[in-house]
């Protein structure tokens, strides 16, 4: 039965029958993690053959640099090779970073913020700064445009990608507004795939502000959990065929192909981007590991490879996706207190409780030994304006506990919401 159906009694023996099986939970000193994206043991160990492809003591790349040695600032040319395949750009519109995207994003405000955009002025000397920041979203982008105190704008998610009509009205209008945070295959949280036209509004976008850049975080760009993955358009394709091509900066990983903090990153753009970025990077580093980019392209060989690779990926971690879907539909559903999204790739499955429950729900679920992303985090300044996004990463626990945690998130979501309802 709906829980708005019952009557007061009702509820309240709900709530009472709810609040005994959470006791018994609390009773039992359940200690797992549901809060961040990480891969499982099973995952990492899928990639543990690469720390040996250099047992054949070739370490000469094809440019005949040893990659022991400094030396080639953007990466060896095999790494550039292999990676433009993954983020859809040319050989020479790639910078192969460390081990961190993030790091490279950051790395792209603060020199924005610093020495400006293609020789602009400074965004740290333009005065009021904006941001525009997709909700549901990362809580490490939002945090990156926070720490260099920009305005952060949300912008509701829509099936289809961000409020493009939104984006479109405030980026001609406000010269202030410098920049978006995009994840456009699986989005973190909500597992959303831009659509062909959001890419295409994106690509020829008009901002007022000349050294606007959209951070195109293509974070899970082969990360499928379906056999048949619906490809996104080519952002900067897209921005070529219609004369803006620099409006774009990429970035994606293999944090989550092979190892996250062991991985490589990289950044794509139009080459003009690319070699400004260079001539700073080039300040401050004299080469990436090479080693590692090396280990990768030898263990992979080809990208279609490591395409192949990531279908290992998804046979482990698409089974506790649907646990986590089985569940909600079983347990939540019926009662109609909260709606989440079923992503065909990606990290995370965002779920939506009863508006003002996010925050008690994951307090309950703290309190008896399951911890969650904090509520509020995926959204800029941790604030949730309905407090009832939460995000749920089924990636790490072993489905055994993933099953616990689950049965235990579901009675909070059951508990907070008949204490909801009866408080009103
Ligand atoms: C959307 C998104 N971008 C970037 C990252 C971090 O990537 P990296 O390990 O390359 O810094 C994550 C990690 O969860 C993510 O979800």
Redesign the pocket.
Known sequence: MNLSEMSKEQLISFKNETEALYNDFKAQGLCLNMS??NPCKEQLDLSLDMLNVFDDGKFMSESGNDVRNYGLLDGIPEAKEFFSDMIGVNNDEIIIFG?????A?YFAVQLAYNKGVLGGTPWSQSGKLKFLCPVPG?D??FKVTEFFGFEMINIPMTPTGPDMDMIEKLVAEDDSIKGIWC?PQYS?PQGISYSDETVKRFAALKPAAKDFRIFW?N??CIHHLTESPKPILNILDEAKKVGNEDIVYI?G?T??ITF??A?V?VMGASKRNIDDLKKALGISIISYDKMNQFRHVKYFGTFANMCEHMKKHMNIIAPKFKLVCDVLKKEIAPLGIGSWTEPEGG?FISFDAMNGCAKRIVQLCSEAGVTLTGAGATFPYGIDPDDKNIRIAPTYPPIEDLAKALELFVICVKLASAEKMLSE
């Open positions: 961040r994206g081990n961190s995207s993030l790091n994003m990362y490490r982008h994840v973190n975080d974070a899970y970035f990983s944090s989550k996250p903090g991985g990153a990290y």
